[in-house]
């Protein structure tokens, strides 16, 4: 996609290691961790007695400090939110408070951003409920000897589950609901392309303001890997094992991860013509330079269980799409790899994964400091990509490069930074990957 004109003004995120941006931030500054045992939670799920196992299971990246009734308005909207789209809401909220458009929400004819010229665009993937949720619809389904009765679950499901259950889980559902808090009238889209949900949902409501669809777009996503349901699915990448100290499980591009540490989280972003924001009078957090979206199927695509273990880099990655889209992205900006100052790597703690971005990065942008965020979330699932972004956009704000938790003895990106360091170069790269062959990278420039 040749150069953008679009601009972020506002950005919010919920994370395992603060909530807000300056909060998310300085956690990456100060190397904090949000990996502990998911005995810790404080949510309603994953309830067990005994000894987890396995013990890697069992560890994850949630939100301790999240408190969704501080954001989500009116508190009876709550019961139809499940956590996935109340930390969306939260993030928006924050987003568009740091644009200064809270003052104009929800949009009017008289407003300065009318509802017409206003958009959302999400990136999302599947809600899993709480288990427990269900469990009264599905005891009568159980006969004295143990056997399930299908047949009786469609009576008991009319009376014992919620009628508007179905809408807190709906893929398309923070759009919606941020859309309404908004009174947005222009484009309303979500996209569900795992990992790259979030940068996907970027481009698109950047593609809506250059092309003029819309005056100002509310894009960004959220997601989990540690549900219960969702625990209960690891068909796309391996577990990882639970090291000592727990804070440490999440490796990416370490040699001696074995799997994926889960976490959750959410972001957003306001995404307006440059113009626009000096009209406005708002100074913009960064500019959307270029952006790019490949796709080459994994080998992964062609087996039931991708994350069966193999020494083959495609198999839950694509080195091409992901090298692809570095390389359409840059040139899209003008820029090579001595412009870069940061790249926010999607390493994940995927041996099999991370190898397939090492070889494409290897090959595009050798020795450009890089940062990877899962080490300290976990992985957020259709969060990633756009907290990944907020990442990206700080750092040129901040001017500063995040180190990345890692051991430094074994992880071979040398291109991770021990201490906070100061960003050289007037470009950010956020690249972002999935296990089917898609592949982004987004290039963010000072304003």
């Given amino acids: 996609m040749p150069q953008s004109n679009a601009v972020i003004t506002g950005m919010g995120v919920v994370s395992a290691i603060g909530v807000g941006c300056e909060n998310f931030f300085e956690g990456l500054l100060q190397k904090k961790s949000g990996v502990t045992s998911l005995l810790n ?49 939260a993030a928006s909220l924050m987003a568009i408070e740091g644009a200064g458009l809270d003052g104009f929400i929800p949009a009017t004819a008289e407003s300065v951003i009318k509802p017409q010229d206003l958009g959302t665009v999400f990136g999302s993937e599947i809600f899993y409920g709480s288990p427990l949720e269900l469990s009264d619809s599905i005891r009568p389904c159980i006969q004295d000897d143990g056997q399930i009765d299908t047949s009786a679950f469609g009576n008991a499901a009319m009376k014992q589950i919620m009628p508007l259950w179905m809408l807190k889980y709906l893929p398309n559902m923070p759009a919606c609901h941020v859309g309404i808090h908004l009174n947005s009238h222009g484009p309303n889209n979500s996209i569900v392309l795992g990992d790259v949900s979030g940068p996907s949902a970027l481009m698109e409501a950047t593609s809506c303001v250059d092309r003029g669809t819309a005056e100002v777009v509310l894009g960004g996503g959220p997601g989990t890997r540690v549900g219960t349901t969702r625990l209960n699915f690891r068909a796309d990448y391996p ?176 291109r991770f930074v021990d201490e906070p360091t100061r960003l050289q170069g007037d470009h950010v790269m956020c690249i972002c990957h999935n296990t089917e062959g898609n592949a982004t990278a987004i290039v963010l420039g000072r304003p």
């Fill in 239 to 414: 577990m990882a094992e639970s090291f000592d100290p727990v804070e440490n499980s999440s490796r990416p591009h370490d040699p001696t991860s074995t799997g994926v540490v889960g976490g959750e989280g959410a972001a957003a972003m306001v995404i307006e013509p440059a113009e626009f924001a000096k009209q406005r009078g708002v100074r913009p957090v960064a500019r959307v330079v270029s952006y790019s979206s490949r796709f080459a199927a994994a080998k992964g695509m062609k087996t039931p269980m991708r994350c069966k273990e193999t020494s083959d880099v495609q198999m839950r990655s694509s080195t091409k799409a992901i090298q692809s889209a570095i390389e359409s992205a840059m040139s899209d900006a003008g820029i090579d790899s001595k412009d870069l100052g940061l790249v926010v790597s999607h390493g994940t703690g995927d041996p099999v994964a991370d190898a397939a971005e090492q070889a494409a990065t290897d090959a595009t942008v050798p020795s450009v400091p890089t940062l990877a965020t899962v080490a300290s979330l976990g992985h957020t699932g259709a969060g990633c990509g756009s907290i990944d972004l907020v990442a990206g956009a700080m750092a040129l704000h901040r001017n500063l490069v995040p180190p990345t938790l890692h051991d430094k003895r074994l992880t071979p990106v040398s």
């Fill in 41 to 89: 939670r404080v949510d309603d799920r994953c309830e067990f007695d005994g000894t987890p196992e396995p013990a890697g299971l069992w560890v994850g990246a949630p939100i301790l400090d999240f408190q969704a009734k501080q954001f989500v308005k009116p508190r009876k909207a709550m019961k139809v939110m499940c956590r996935e789209i109340q930390t969306a809401f």
